[in-house]
């Protein structure tokens, strides 16, 4: 469930957090990401933008490793355990969901949604929370951020912190070891995207790889399963945009 911002008041306790009161100036925070730089240290910078931000608590997650089960796909995170397991089926089918389109408008645009009902965070945590979603390189990434109940964040420093997050990203070593993973793809599976890519269907791709059209259909499915696309239109243009095909 998403939410405005401005239907993020909670029962007349809202406020907005100050940046003397809590958060760093745009230019200390730049100054301590400078330091952080070369350290490899992504956990030190997302404490570092959450606390510029007047968030509690930090999850920084790689969309791509997201499946049904396991937790790979957290890249740093200090939320309770229990809350990040629970929470880890809800990201995948609401990631699986979503069209290529949605996912690309909603880059550096914060978003705020609730809980699942069965999920109780810590105590004074809001059960919204907000989530931002950047890209570095062709890997799609989501901060999200738990806070205090009661707090309005702001926009603006939302929006800063989700370029900020990027540059904290980028240097990795997490985002690097699986940048050429290619979203694990077997090179069956790449062959098939290729294929629908040049307009053949599973009967012509049979017979151009000497292979059945069941299995043929297996693959593609396999491949909108871990794309997290639901048709084969948007695995094309999914491939395309990650330079896969």
């Not at 909603?106 to 705020?112: D, G, K, N, V």
Request: glycine share 6%; with cysteine; charged share 25%.
């Amino acid at each position: 469930m998403e939410l405005s911002g401005v239907e993020m008041m909670t029962e007349g306790r809202s406020y907005t957090e100050s940046a003397s009161s809590r958060g760093l100036s745009r230019e200390q925070l730049v100054r301590r990401l400078s330091v952080l730089a070369g350290s490899n240290n992504v956990q030190a910078v997302m404490r570092l933008l959450a606390d510029y931000v007047g968030a509690s608590h930090f999850l920084l997650a790689r969309y791509d490793l997201i499946q049904e089960q396991g937790l790979d796909f957290i890249v740093a995170s200090n939320w309770p355990f229990d809350l990040v397991r629970r929470l880890g089926s809800e990201l995948a089918s609401g990631y699986a969901r979503s069209t290529e389109l949605e996912k690309c408008l909603s880059l550096l645009t914060p978003s705020f949604a609730l809980l699942p009902d069965d999920i109780v965070p810590p105590d004074d945590i809001s059960r919204q929370y907000c989530a931002l979603t950047f890209c570095v390189g062709r890997t799609r990434f989501s901060l999200m951020l738990l806070f205090l109940d009661g707090i309005i964040l702001s926009q603006e420093r939302l929006r800063e912190v989700g370029l900020f997050a990027a540059y904290g990203s980028s240097f990795g070593e997490n985002a690097d070891a699986r940048t050429e993973r290619d979203f694990e793809l077997t090179e069956r599976e790449l062959e098939c995207l290729f294929w629908i890519a040049e307009g053949k269907t599973s009967d012509e791709i049979a017979v151009i790889l000497g292979i059945s059209r069941n299995t043929i259909n297996n693959y593609i499915t396999s491949v909108m399963r871990k794309t997290a696309t639901k048709t084969r239109s948007e695995a094309i243009a999914y491939a395309v945009r990650n330079n896969l095909v």
